[in-house]
C-alpha cells in the first residue's frame, strides 16, 4: 500500500499557484518524498524530491512541514499543461530493496 | 541525454498468445524496474533489475518475468496473455537500483512513454 493520501482532485485557474498537499504521516526520519506528474497515457515524470528543507528547482517548489507529516507541492504558475495526475510518493523499503509505490495521486485540472 | 525508450509503443495480442516488451535506459543507467498501469488498479510495480540481477518483485503472477542485458537494456515478458492484462507497461532507469544507500538517500527514477498493450 503506498505510504502517502492526496485528494483525488483539484481545480487552479491557469496563472495562479497550484497547492497540492499530501499527508505522509508514517514516514521515517530519513525518507525521501518524492513528486511525479503523469500527463494523459504518458510516462510519469519526475518533479522534485525532498527530505526536511524547502526545495525548488525550474518546475515546482516543494514545502515540507517540520515534523515531516505533510508536504505540499506548488507550482508557481499553473499553465493548462500543467494539467496531469500528481503523485506524491515515499519509497517503500523491503530489506536492501525499495520501489516506488504509487497511490491514486492528485489529478489537477488548470483552466482558463 | 536520450531519455528512456520503449519499444513497441503499442501491441495487440490474444488472449494465450505470449508477448515481449523492451527497455532501453538513460546511458549509464543500471537500473531498470518495470511497472503496469491500468485504470482499475493504477500503476503497480512488477520487478527491478540491476546488474543484470532481479533485486525486487511484484505480486504478480509468475507469467510475467523480465530479464535484463549486460548494456543494461531488459525486457519483460508475459506469457499466456489474459484480458486482464491489457495495460500500460511503463519502464523505470535509475543509476543505482532502488534501495541503494537505504532510507537515507535519494534514488530518481526517469519512465520511458510506456508499451500500450491490448488483449483481444
Known amino acids: 500500500d503506498a505510504k502517502t493520501t492526496q485528494p483525488p482532485s483539484m481545480d487552479c485557474a491557469e496563472g495562479r499557484a497550484a497547492n497540492l498537499p499530501c499527508n505522509h504521516s508514517?514516514?521515517?526520519?530519513?525518507?525521501?518524498v518524492y513528486w511525479y506528474r503523469q500527463i494523459h497515457s504518458q510516462g510519469p515524470q519526475y518533479i522534485i524530491h525532498g527530505l526536511k528543507n524547502n526545495e525548488t528547482n525550474e518546475m515546482a517548489s516543494l514545502i515540507i512541514t517540520e515534523d515531516r507529516k505533510s508536504s505540499t507541492l506548488i507550482l508557481p504558475h499553473a499553465t493548462l499543461r500543467d494539467t496531469a495526475v500528481y503523485y506524491c510518493?515515499?519509497?517503500?523499503?523491503?530489506?536492501?530493496?525499495?520501489?516506488?509505490?504509487f497511490g491514486t495521486g492528485t489529478r489537477l485540472q488548470v483552466t482558463l | 541525454k536520450a531519455g528512456v525508450t520503449q519499444t513497441p509503443r503499442y501491441l495487440i495480442k490474444t488472449r494465450g498468445q505470449q508477448v515481449t516488451l523492451s527497455c532501453s535506459p538513460i546511458s549509464g543507467h543500471r537500473s531498470v524496474s518495470w511497472y503496469q498501469q491500468t485504470p482499475g488498479q493504477g500503476l503497480q510495480f512488477l520487478f527491478e533489475y540491476f546488474s543484470e540481477t532481479q533485486r525486487n518483485k511484484g505480486n504478480f503472477p509468475g507469467r510475467f518475468s523480465g530479464r535484463q542485458f549486460s548494456n543494461s537494456r531488459s525486457e519483460m515478458n508475459v506469457s499466456t496473455l489474459e484480458l486482464g492484462d491489457s495495460a500500460l507497461y511503463l519502464c523505470?532507469?535509475?543509476?543505482?537500483?532502488?534501495?541503494?544507500?537505504?532510507?537515507?538517500?535519494?534514488?530518481?527514477?526517469?519512465f520511458g512513454p510506456g508499451t500500450r498493450l491490448t488483449v483481444l
Open positions: 508514517t514516514i521515517s526520519g530519513n525518507e525521501y
Open positions: 523505470a532507469s535509475s543509476f543505482l537500483p532502488g534501495g541503494a544507500g537505504g532510507p537515507g538517500s535519494y534514488n530518481e527514477q526517469f
Open positions: 510518493i515515499v519509497r517503500d523499503y523491503t530489506g536492501t530493496a525499495s520501489k516506488l509505490t
